[in-house]
């Protein structure tokens, strides 16, 4: 059972997700075990339609806001393969939230029970006898279940904070690359804009100066052409 999102823009958090449940798959098939793949999100979806991977079934609009009730619809699904004999076990992987700054993909077995962790409490307590009514194959037939939707719900509320926060940090770091760029962009513009405005008042100045040569010279050539006489007045000879 793999637990992604339904959307993007979270980094790096749909695809840890889909690598943790590919390597898992991986060593399963060099046991020599078969794979039945239960999908939680479109990001898995269309990862594992795409590379042709055969997915059991697929549950959409689950991480977002999960409720029991898509718990208890994903948790009937696997129990019943899992009751029929259809599986021998079932992996949930999923991203486990520890803080808003830490996240990680874990693997979970979510049936069989581990029972490693019952023997022990078992070891540990008193011995003392207990009644249980009615019988405990019946307690545990209800218990079960129940213990399943609850894994599988806790597991969905840890998926959807973790997604949360890592959306929330892939959005600050864009709105940072963004206002760093913006204001690169802007140096940028601004120095293009100080050497057009250098360049035209370069050009004004020097048509000026052209203006001024060009005046000077035509002065210059009058003045060759006028004798004393024009000067003083007197008619030419």
Known sequence: VVVTADRGLAGGYNNNVIRAAERAMRADRGQGREI???VIGKKANKYFR???VP??????GVTDQPTYEQAREVAHAVAEAFNNSTVDAVQLVYTQFLSAGTQRVVQRQL????T??????????AGASYEFEPSPDLILGRLLPRYAEARLFAAFLDASASEHAARQRAMKAATDNAEE???NLSRVMNRARQDAITTEIMEIV????????ASSDHDDLLLDHVTPDDLLGAPAP
């Open 36 to 38: 039945k793949l239960y």
């Open 206 to 213: 020097g048509g000026a100066e052209a203006l001024r040569r």
């Open 111 to 114: 049936m069989p029970l581990d």
């Open 181 to 183: 760029l913006i204001k």
């Open 55 to 60: 997915i059991e079934e697929t549950f959409l």
């Open 116 to 125: 490693a962790t019952l023997e022990d409490a078992k070891a540990n307590e």
């Open 50 to 52: 795409f590379r042709r």
